[in-house]
């Protein structure tokens, strides 16, 4: 059996593959220990489907020929330098996948930054981007603290806009196992989620208003004086600014605000700081608002002053790609270099020159993926390049999306499937799947896995490695000489001081590298000072409010067997029949007003567009339509932007009537 890391989310689970049946097992040890959700399980249908792209293609006209690869990548690579040429690097960009390797995601990077851009960016910034700059801001560090193993020993774990039951189903058992020796569960979300089963307190809030409960729940922390004095004393600045910041927030005006109970809000407050440890767990319900960085800090300041870190608890943004966290590791983000240095780090930016061969990289930033499309419109962007994402179907308002995508002089989308975004591109490369090549990826916690080969690569695909250096060579750039993804690995290893003694070898027979350690901030925080900043942080309001026009509040959700744009789970036919037909969630008020019934097929409408699904009417709050993202979602969302450059996903106004 080969061991394989699963090719959907960012909980890491390692599948064993029989290479001669494909049959799949789960992995006893860490991290799923042997268990799997039913998307790792069928993961190979990717691999079987019949819909893989076979070969290369090349657009002529309005139909999409064969051409060999050699001539694909040579013609591509003149037509970039030919752009370079004419507009300068800048009018390049490129996006990288969290779905392919670090050794993938280290090559994207470095094919951009020696091309001369900085134009390189990944779906983290619709996803987790905001939690990085809050972590940055006052951590230091950007990533998840603790390894999943501590989430059992913590007294308690505060779930928050986030559906693991869902979205990280193995991780539930470790909440589970948490639940078992003792820890209050607490979860809050806009409606009852799965993952509230067993949780001892169930906050269901209204939409967006997620600051005014953190900063209530730090309101009484801070009046009943259940802070964490040593610990605020010794290893944080800015308490006073956020005791000011949180006198207003009073339970009685947060019931008012978000509609939780005022003696809930004082319960949860109580029982969380008495706990003495704890687990502080997101998801997309913080980060997809134009508030997500001030939200993400609002969660860090309660952790704060509970000194919640180190042995006594973590801060978990939980990653969704299987290699989100090794993309951003890799430097496939447009503001930082590998380890998410800036930029203007100039020591580590010649360092990293120096290993590549060249005097100096560029040094201004690059345009984030939510920025390219305008960029594309006021024709500064003319040439696009995307490994492994499908902007066409999971950008915000996809519509202004795809009009871009078809302005641009060239488009190349190296995938495994024909996306929906492949449509618009001028050449289609067929990448190799996740278990017909080896390499390694990053999980959550930050454990760099090796995943095995477990089969030959199916039809004329390539691995994305030996793709992008074909690239790399053919643009003339220097050092893309490679015959074997070990050697990318052990030039990335380079780049990290905790990597540099450690051989590939080390990496395959190990269970995994924790990047750059296991626990971070035991001690010391990675901040200038060794200390943790509070950032006193107020509401913000949602970008587009619901009015008469649009009277309720459109949210987009996740489900267990469906993944992101469905490229990959719509292909796996036990999936696809697991899930029967998606639906669209509304309270039964609503449902009665609207004179509508669960089955009843439905228009859900926003100031961008609209769409049809069958309704189910739920248990769900009043005002509230969840559609899953799945399918059409974007059609609807809002392409406001935050500070970090995510969209505003889980909000917009929106009206639905029966059909
Ligand atoms: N099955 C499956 N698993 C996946 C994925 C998938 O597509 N399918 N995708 C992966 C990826 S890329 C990611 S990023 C993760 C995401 O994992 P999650 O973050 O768990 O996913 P979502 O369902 O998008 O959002 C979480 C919750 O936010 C809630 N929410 C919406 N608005 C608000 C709000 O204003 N406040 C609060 N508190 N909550 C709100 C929603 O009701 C929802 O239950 O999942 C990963 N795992
Ligand atoms: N409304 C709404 N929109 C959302 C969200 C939401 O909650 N609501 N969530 C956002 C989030 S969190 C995310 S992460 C994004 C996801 O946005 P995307 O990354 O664009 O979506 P995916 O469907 O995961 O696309 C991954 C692509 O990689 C391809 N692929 C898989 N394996 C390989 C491989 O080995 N090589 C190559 N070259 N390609 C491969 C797949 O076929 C697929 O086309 O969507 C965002 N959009
Ligand atoms: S929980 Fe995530 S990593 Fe594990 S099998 Fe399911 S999709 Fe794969
Ligand atoms: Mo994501």
């Not at 196992?177 to 409606?191: F, L």
């Not at 924790?514 to 901040?527: D, G, N």
């Amino acid at each position: 059996m080969k061991r394989v890391v699963c090719p959907y989310c960012g909980f890491g689970c390692n599948l064993l593959v029989d290479p001669v049946t494909l049959e799949v097992k789960p992995y006893k040890g860490e991290p799923n220990l042997g268990k799997l959700c039913p998307k790792g399980l069928h993961s190979v249908e990717i691999v079987k489907s019949k819909a893989r792209l076979k070969r290369p293609l090349k657009r002529v006209g309005s139909s999409m020929i064969p051409i060999a690869w050699g001539v694909a990548i040579d013609e591509i690579a003149s037509r970039l330098l030919e752009m370079r040429e004419l507009y300068g690097p800048d009018a390049v960009a490129f996006l990288a996948s969290s779905k392919v390797s670090n050794e993938e995601n280290y090559l994207i990077q470095k094919i951009a930054r020696l091309f001369g851009t900085n134009n390189i960016d990944n779906c983290a910034r619709l996803c987790h981007e905001a939690s990085v700059h809050a972590l940055k801001l006052s951590l230091g560090t950007g990533a998840q603290t603790n390894p999943y193993e501590d989430i059992s020993k913590f007294k308690s774990v505060l779930i928050w806009g986030y559906n693991p039951a869902e979205t990280h189903p193995v991780l539930m058992d470790y909440i589970l196992r948490a639940k078992r020796n003792g820890a209050r569960i607490i979860a809050v979300d806009v409606r009852e989620t799965r993952s509230m089963a067993f949780a001892d307190y169930k906050l269901v809030i209204r939409p967006g208003t997620d600051i005014v409960l953190a900063n209530a729940l730090a309101h009484v922390i801070i009046e009943e004086e259940l802070y964490n004095e040593e610990f605020i004393r010794s290893r944080t600045t800015g308490f006073s600014e956020v005791r000011m910041a949180v006198k207003k927030y009073t339970p009685e005006y947060a019931e008012t605000v978000t509609g939780v109970p005022t003696e809930m809000i004082k319960e949860v407050a109580r029982e969380f700081a008495l706990a003495g440890s704890g687990a502080v767990m997101w998801g997309m319900g913080i980060t997809q608002h134009v508030s997500g960085v001030e939200n993400a800090l609002a969660l860090i300041n309660l952790t704060l002053l509970l000194g919640y870190l180190g042995e006594r608890g973590g801060l978990y943004p939980m990653r969704g790609q299987n290699n989100v966290q090794g993309a951003a590791y890799m430097g496939a983000l447009s503001e930082f270099l590998p380890g998410y240095v800036p930029l203007t780090d100039e020591k580590f930016r010649k360092k990293v020159a120096g290993l590549w061969g060249v005097d100096d990289l560029p040094t201004e930033r690059g345009l984030y993926l939510t920025e390219l499309w305008d960029a594309v419109e006021k024709g500064d962007v003319k040439a696009l390049y995307i490994v492994g994402e499908n902007p066409a179907v999971s950008e915000a308002d996809f519509m202004r999306v795809r009009r871009a995508l078809r302005k641009l002089d060239i488009l190349v989308v190296q995938d495994i499937f024909p996306t929906r975004t492949a449509r618009y591109a001028h050449y289609l490369l067929p990448a190799s799947a996740f278990c017909e090549k080896g390499g390694s990826y990053m999980n959550s916690e930050r454990r760099i896995q090796w995943s095995e080969k477990a089969c030959e690569p199916a039809y004329d695909s390539k691995p994305d490695w030996e793709i992008l250096t074909m690239l790399g060579r053919a643009l003339g750039l220097p050092g893309f000489n490679y015959t074997s993804v070990e050697e990318i690995t052990a030039e990335y290893f380079r780049l990290f001081p905790e990597l540099e003694e450690k051989s590939v070898e080390e990496l395959k027979n190990s269970n995994g590298i924790f990047l750059p350690k296991k626990r971070l901030h035991t001690w010391e925080f990675a901040t200038p000072d060794g200390k943790a900043r509070f950032m006193a942080v107020e509401r913000i309001a949602p970008w587009e409010g619901p009015d008469d026009e649009y009277p309720l509040v459109l949210t987009t959700v996740r489900l267990i067997g469906h993944y992101n744009t469905g490229e990959m789970t719509l292909r796996s036919p036990p999936l696809v029949k697991l899930m029967g037909e998606p639906r669209a969630l509304i309270s039964r008020e609503d449902a009665e007003r609207l004179g509508i019934k669960s089955g009843d097929l439905v228009e859900i409408e926003t100031r961008r567009g609209k769409i049809r699904m069958r309704a189910e009417v739920e248990n769900v709050p009043r005002g509230l339509v969840a559609v899953p993202f799945h399918f059409k979602a974007n059609r609807l969302t809002s392409s406001a932007l935050n500070k970090a450059g995510t969209p505003e996903l889980k909000f917009a106004a929106a009206r639905v009537r029966k059909t």
